[in-house]
């Protein structure tokens, strides 16, 4: 009997279908078994076997804060005492060396240093220096794993928030939760294993822009893509049931579309459609899943008063954090809370002061939440931005100086699941300009971060137009000095 369908199969179609016998049977078994993962047919990377050993994982998940924008490590992590005597001299163009400058600044006459506005304390029985616009994290320094010697090659926002967040400083790379997502997957089949946190900007002039491909899936599956939760009655888009159509309707329409989606999959082998069955999957779980986990009115007051009184105002930096905690409590594998406006080209001083100001409490709650929890031992937090900013002012040293991008050297932080607690790693030169000991790079920090859960970096691929591609790439060592034990 004549198939118009199968009649048309190429050889790409046909090489293609062959190929994915393994993909089909998967698929066959996500749809036959409702307690399965949404995602299970694409959680074992096909090129990589075993790429991950749980019993070595000393996480199970991952929140990381990422501080879009370049937070200045001077004035918060980088104690340089000596530079108040210096503020107003030029920086010596030995110290710049060969580094290289944004357009902000390249052609300035002078580099004159701005000395750190703002005073620093050493906290908790580390002795940690930690700025006094962050006591509160102060207070929690004993649990700090604080790197000051990151680096990278990139000095401009977005190649430097895609270079951190995906490996590469050109778009169309999956990100780290993507890759995650991909080798690991979600430890709750109700929920996505990547959620995305956004807050909206405070600061008109220091605004900092985000796109979704910075949670994207790449060239992965699209199953594996970050998903993006906001705040009020419909944190995700488009998951809640239309006027007239009941959950039990909705079951239905979602079955048939799988049946008629699977059958095309056989034909054609494309990875896509099985991602959008299990999508359609996952929606439909989420839609009893998500209301409860977002609705942040069960919390007790004590727990409000851990991240601060913004907590209760759903889609702030501080209720997104007590979101991240109710998230990786329930079992997704990795949140990444964004936090915008870290850009102060300008008037620093005070813009800084509004940043701390937002983000002090409700980061050292998110510490002390996880630990009286049981839950920080095994759950590694990250935080920190793209790069760093200069000693030097941008334009002339007004009253209201600003700093211009730095990627010589900036500070992240971690706690928890697999770093030591109370310890600094790396250091810098007497100006924060240079790095002096143990350099830490972009790629070490992400080889870093799935070594603490029990990922090889080397070994998590995917195979893509004739490469077997990494989030490391061709590099990366995993930081032996940061770990405990």
């Known amino acids: 009997m004549f198939d118009p369908i199968t009649s048309q199969l190429t050889r790409r179609h046909f ?33 990589s076997p075993a790429v991950s050993t749980p019993s070595l994982a000393a996480a199970k998940r991952i929140i990381y804060v990422f501080l879009a924008g370049g937070p200045s490590q001077v004035e918060l992590f980088d104690h340089k005492p000596d530079l108040q005597a210096r503020h107003g001299q030029e920086l010596p163009r030995s110290v710049i060396g060969g580094q290289r400058l944004t357009g902000f600044t390249s052609g300035q006459k002078s580099f004159t240093i701005a000395a750190p506005a703002a005073r620093f304390a050493q906290c908790g029985e580390s002795g940690t220096w930690v700025s006094e616009l962050l006591p509160e994290l102060g207070r929690v320094a004993d649990e700090l794993c604080m790197v000051r010697s990151m680096y990278t090659e990139a000095v401009n926002h977005d190649p430097a928030v895609t270079f951190l967040l995906t490996g590469a400083q050109q778009a169309g790379r999956p990100s780290l939760g993507a890759w995650l997502s991909y080798g690991i997957g979600s430890e709750n ?3 996505p294993a990547f959620v995305v946190l956004l807050n909206p900007g405070q600061i008109q002039d220091a605004a900092t822009p985000l796109s979704a491909r910075h949670w994207g899936s790449g060239f992965l599956p699209s199953v594996h893509q970050g998903v993006k939760f906001r705040a009020g009655a419909d944190p995700v888009l488009y998951l809640a049931n239309p006027p007239g159509i009941d959950r039990a309707t ?16 056989q034909v054609f082998g494309d990875p896509e459609i099985a991602t959008r069955i299990a999508q359609y999957e996952m929606a439909f779980r989420m839609q009893a899943s998500v209301p409860e986990l977002t609705d942040l009115s069960t919390e007790s007051d004590e727990v409000f008063e851990l991240y601060g009184p913004a907590s209760r105002t759903p889609g702030t930096f501080a209720a997104n954090c007590l979101l991240a905690r109710r998230l990786v409590e329930s079992g997704v594998r990795f949140v990444q809370v964004f936090d915008r406006d870290w850009d102060h080209h300008r008037n620093a001083p005070q813009h800084l002061r509004t940043k701390t100001a ?9 510490i002390r939440d996880l630990k009286r929890r049981g839950m920080l031992e095994d759950t590694l937090v990250v935080c920190g931005g793209e790069f760093g900013r200069t000693i030097y002012s941008q334009g002339p040293l007004l009253e209201k100086f600003g700093r211009d991008h730095h990627g010589g050297c900036f500070t992240v932080w971690m706690a928890g699941g ?23 790079h972009v790629h070490d920090l992400n080889a870093t971060i799935l070594h603490c859960l029990g990922i090889d970096h080397e070994r998590l691929t995917f195979q893509f137009q004739g490469r077997h591609h990494r989030l490391t790439d061709v590099h990366g060592r995993v930081m032996q000095g940061l770990l405990s034990g």
């Open 358 to 366: 937002g983000c002090d409490r409700p980061l050292a709650g998110l």
């Open 418 to 440: 697999g770093v030591r607690r109370g310890m600094v790693y790396g250091a810098t030169d007497e100006f924060s300009f240079n790095i002096v000991e143990n350099p830490v």
């Open 189 to 191: 089949s109700n929920l």
């Open 15 to 47: 090489f293609g279908r062959t190929a994915t016998g393994v993909g089909v049977a998967a698929l066959a078994e996500l749809l036959g078994n409702g307690s399965r993962p949404a995602n299970a047919a694409f959680r074992e990377p096909a090129t």
């Open 250 to 265: 909705r079951r239905e329409m979602i079955d048939v579309a799988a049946q008629l989606n699977a059958q095309q999959h």
